[in-house]
């Protein structure tokens, strides 16, 4: 039977929000995410990435470096005892009319095909709007951290938005404790 799954968003909700990614020197843990990370393997629950990351199609890195980067990521993840399940990346630009880059519901599909999970009963965590936007498109449920850029775009966006986080977190962790009670999962 398919499963729920937490969706992550990477930048400013994983790693600290530092633009674009263009070296490995600038991707950075935040504090909370290994210890949510590792909660939501605990429980059992899928933990799958997903991420738009245009700064290859803009030629301002090769693509490889995101390879690299997702590699350090789960080697950092693994020192603390935490893994990802998976991480599906869009590698294009915004003018490519591409069919996975969010708000498209796209990688989430994919990641369900492939891990049978669940989207209805999922979540997707991210610091955007654009993150609810995907998670509504996909027919998961969003929630905003306020990590990254996600204070400023609830003081300044939350009014114009067509559709709302389940809930707001401080960070990752908050978000996953948030998640774990939803799913009456201790
Ligand atoms: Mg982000
Ligand atoms: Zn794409």
Not at 7 to 29: A, C, K, P, V
Not at 85 to 107: E, F, N, S, V
Not at 143 to 170: D, F, K, M, S
Request: proline share 4%.
């Amino acid at each position: 039977m398919s499963q729920p799954a937490v969706f992550l968003d990477r930048d400013g909700t994983i790693n600290e929000q530092m633009g674009y990614i263009n070296h490995l020197s600038r991707f950075r843990l935040l504090p909370q995410a290994i210890p949510g990370i590792r909660r939501l393997n605990e429980a059992g629950l899928k933990v799958v990435v997903v991420t738009n990351q245009s700064g290859a199609a803009r030629g301002y890195f090769p693509t490889s470096l995101v390879e690299e980067i997702h590699a350090l990521l789960q080697k950092i993840l693994a020192a603390g005892g935490a893994h990802l399940d998976g991480i599906y990346a869009c590698l294009h630009g915004p003018a490519d009319g591409c069919a996975c880059r969010k708000p498209r519901p796209t990688l989430l599909e994919q990641a369900a095909l492939d891990l049978d999970l669940d989207l209805a009963r999922s979540y997707l965590v991210g610091d955007r709007y654009i993150d609810i936007q995907t998670a509504a498109n996909a027919g998961a449920k969003g929630i905003l951290v306020l990590t990254g850029y996600g204070r400023g775009e609830y003081e300044y966006l939350r009014a114009a938005q067509a559709v709302r986080p389940v809930h707001v977190a401080n960070d990752l962790l908050e978000a996953v404790e948030w998640i774990l009670k939803d799913l009456n999962i201790k």
